[in-house]
């Protein structure tokens, strides 16, 4: 079992920044791919940013170039580092993790609000 805890969220101005953070408990977190995921209101949940075990990362075009995701395996933690915001950022943004197995575990959200 994992349990991811997020935060770092807030409300922020169009062109800022902000620093997610998720921390995991449980087991063998260096073994799992991590994401972050977000879901704005209205709309499905989508992924953002992925890493993997082996260091590997991934973005969504629409973030690409502004958003950085991170992990540090000693502190069982994944980062996103959100830059040049936008409104269209705006959204509850979701860490998960996968196993192995292909288990698949969520957090409950920390929520951003770009403003113009």
């Known amino acids: 079992q994992v349990q991811l805890v997020e935060s770092g969220g807030g409300l922020v101005q169009d062109g800022g920044s902000l620093r997610l953070s998720c921390v995991a408990s449980?087991?063998?977190?260096?073994?799992?791919?991590m994401g972050w995921y977000r879901q704005a209101p209205g709309k499905q949940r989508e992924l953002v940013a992925r890493i993997t075990s082996g260091g590997t990362t991934n973005y969504s075009d629409s973030v690409k170039g502004r958003f950085t995701i991170s992990r540090v395996n000693a502190k069982n933690s994944v980062y996103l580092q959100m830059n040049s915001l936008k409104v269209e950022d705006t959204a509850v943004y979701y860490c998960?993790?996968?196993?192995?197995?292909?288990?698949?575990?969520w957090g409950q959200g920390t929520s951003v609000t770009v403003f113009a």
């Open positions: 998960n993790s996968v196993n192995n197995a292909g288990m698949s575990y």
């Open positions: 449980g087991r063998i977190f260096r073994d799992n791919h």
